[in-house]
């Protein structure tokens, strides 16, 4: 089995959008934050990313078609008015050919670092942030697919705050409702 490998963004973007429009699109020193149209930068990569792990958290919004990416062992479908989440660590692979418009949004710990000093104060307004996200995320999937609260969305919600129960609820409950909707 080949190794992951990780990558900051400059590392990543060198490897995979080596272009003379890089340094255009991304003005000034990016290697702890940046935003930029999903378009804009997806048009530069070269090829295919297999399987790898970033230094930084990543926010993907899509405004306009769809978005095909691979976090951990499964594979999302991001639409229109969806927001794709890839922390810091996490491993993640897309393809080349997705059309779609949208925001990309990637930093650092270290740019909060700054802002709130170097302390777990920093990890905790990360952590918080992203459960946050989440449970944004469950609540608009739940009504997007008409999710029950009663009986699937509080489930699903109640999982996120115990250790590895996000993979209990994806297993038994989520993973048939996606056959059946197929």
Request: with cysteine.
């Amino acid at each position: 089995m080949a190794k992951i490998k990780v990558y900051d963004s400059r590392g990543f973007t060198q490897r995979y959008m080596a272009s003379p429009e890089l340094g255009q699109l991304m003005k000034g020193d990016f290697s702890q934050f940046f935003i930029v149209r999903v378009e804009e930068m997806y048009r530069l990569v070269q090829e295919a990313v297999p399987a790898s792990r970033s230094t930084g958290h990543t926010f993907i919004y899509i405004t306009e078609g769809e978005a095909i990416m691979t976090i951990g062992s499964r594979r999302y479908k991001t639409r229109r008015g969806e927001l794709l989440l890839v922390p810091a660590g996490q491993v993640f692979s897309f393809g080349q050919g997705d059309v779609n418009k949208g925001y990309l949004c990637h930093f650092q710990d270290a740019l909060l670092q700054g802002i709130y000093g170097k302390n777990a104060l920093i990890r905790d307004f990360v952590h918080g942030l992203l459960f946050l996200l989440f449970v944004i995320n469950t609540l608009s999937v739940g009504v997007e697919h008409g999710w029950k609260f009663g009986t699937t969305t509080w489930k699903v919600l109640v999982a996120c705050v115990v250790p590895f129960g996000t993979f209990y609820i994806d297993r038994k409950i989520l993973a048939p409702m996606h056959k059946t909707m197929k």
